[in-house]
């Protein structure tokens, strides 16, 4: 079953998104996502410049040996560019088995090991009263995990604000705009919020929260131990997790469970942090992290260690990626939670889907595949604008970790 056609596809129904599509000679299509969050055009380019020449021709029955060809084969290996490129090709390899075998994605894993992916969704507001009524919101639509976050008092920019009563959407059109991080308000700041969720809310709903990799380890450390009277499901990339012996400190002093991986591109960022079990949850993306192939091997080593899974899920994964997640999550046996954005109504026509969310759970539904089509027609209608994720400087003005 020869690959006869690769394209690549931009378009930007609300924010961009890269979708390769590759075509077999019996005229199977298959779906993959291929977008970097303010890189897009870096790896639209290496796809078609550097990898389209290496897949045409090719098997596409063979989704192990292309991954290895494609990684191997590369010679400098990992970096996002070139693993956001191979999890494309994997991602569309895995739709054409499934839609040549007629089965759901989900099927050829192993099949379903639950009913449903459990979902949390994020609740967040400029105040603690807007949190605390977008949580209450977001119960009422059956959410019972929920990513809470909330402006430090004075600090209008802290990470996870939406503007004026929109959906949280990071990245913005033009160049990046400059936000200011103070560190220890947020740190006084953080308990307290949490104290009022559990007190407006009780102790049956699952908490989370995203850092978003702002730390230094002993900072992480106060924090994780301060918010153990409110028991989180988890606090989020505590700290960047280039220094993984960071995880360490942050595992000496506190009980609070950490989750990490967003922006890992391979096993070799979390091996040690698995091993070492100082995480318990895994983020990685089934784009980011290179595809289904690495990802069930990534969630096969965490397995052994008690970690369980907990996939990026934001709206800068297309509908594509969100459906791989389905499939992987339902399938796999150490599947902890999946985070759901919800995509626009715009990108959600431009990626009509399967897959679907009732009742705090996502659903695959039954098409063969991953379920994902893309209209071409009306992605044309929507072209690609040059678009940031913003940067964050500290008081004095010294670049911090956004
Ligand atoms: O800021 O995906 O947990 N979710 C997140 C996201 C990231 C964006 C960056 O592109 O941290 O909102
Ligand atoms: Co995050």
């Known amino acids: 079953m020869k690959i006869t056609d690769a394209r690549i596809i931009v378009c930007s129904p609300g924010r961009n998104f890269v979708t390769l599509e590759l075509v077999t000679e019996d005229g199977i299509t298959g779906l993959g996502d291929a977008t970097l969050n303010g890189r897009e055009l870096a790896v639209a380019s290496y796809l078609t410049e550097h990898v389209v020449p290496l897949i045409i021709g090719r098997d596409a ?26 999890g494309a090709v994997d ?23 639950r009913e449903a992916v459990r979902a949390y969704c994020h609740a967040n507001g400029a105040t603690v009263d807007e949190t605390l009524q977008s949580i209450a919101d977001h119960q009422r ?11 430090t008092p004075g600090q209008p920019d ?7 009563g929109q959906r949280y959407e990071p990245a913005e059109r033009g160049l990046p705009r400059e936000t200011l991080w103070s560190t220890e308000p947020y740190l006084q700041f953080a308990p307290q919020l949490f104290e009022r969720i559990r007190r407006e809310f009780g102790p049956g709903l699952d908490l989370l929260h995203d850092v978003h990799h702002r ?31 960071g995880f360490r400190v942050i595992r000496q002093h506190t009980t609070t469970p950490v989750a990490v991986g967003e922006v890992f591109d391979s096993i070799f960022d979390c091996y040690r942090l698995i091993q070492e079990q100082l995480i318990d949850y895994l983020r990685a993306t089934v784009l980011h992290g ?40 339902l399938s796999v046996h150490n599947f902890g939670i999946q985070e759901h954005m919800p995509h626009s109504e ?25 379920g994902v089509t893309i209209d071409e027609a009306l992605a044309a209608t929507y072209p690609y604008q040059r678009a940031y994720l913003p940067v964050a400087r500290l008081g004095d003005g010294t670049i911090h970790s956004w």
């Not at 991602?91 to 090991?113: E, F, H």
């Not at 450390?221 to 220094?243: I, K, N, Q």
């Not at 397995?303 to 990026?312: A, I, L, Q, S």
């Open 158 to 164: 802290t990470y996870g604000i939406a503007k004026g």
């Open 141 to 151: 639509q059956g959410y019972t995990a929920i990513r809470a976050q909330c402006a």
């Open 290 to 329: 290179g595809g289904l192939t690495p990802l069930r091997k990534m969630a096969a080593l965490a397995e052994m260690y008690h970690v369980r899974t907990g996939c990026h899920g934001a709206t800068d994964l297309s509908p594509v990626t969100m459906a791989a997640a389905v499939h992987f999550g």
């Open 61 to 86: 029955r063979r989704i192990e040996d292309t991954w290895h060809y494609l990684y191997k084969g590369v010679y400098w290996r990992r970096g996002s560019v070139t693993m956001t490129s191979i």
């Open 346 to 370: 715009e990108t959600d026509r431009v990626f009509p889907h399967a897959y679907s969310y009732r009742d705090g759970s996502l659903y695959p539904g039954d098409e063969p595949g991953l």
């Open 215 to 245: 730390l230094r380890p002993i900072e992480a450390a106060r924090l994780g131990r301060s918010l153990e009277p409110f028991h989180l499901f988890w606090m989020e990339d505590p700290v960047t997790a280039e220094l993984q012996e």
């Open 91 to 113: 991602m569309a390899l895995w739709d054409i088995a499934g839609k040549s075998a007629n089965k759901p994605i989900y099927q050829l894993l192993g099949g379903a090991s």
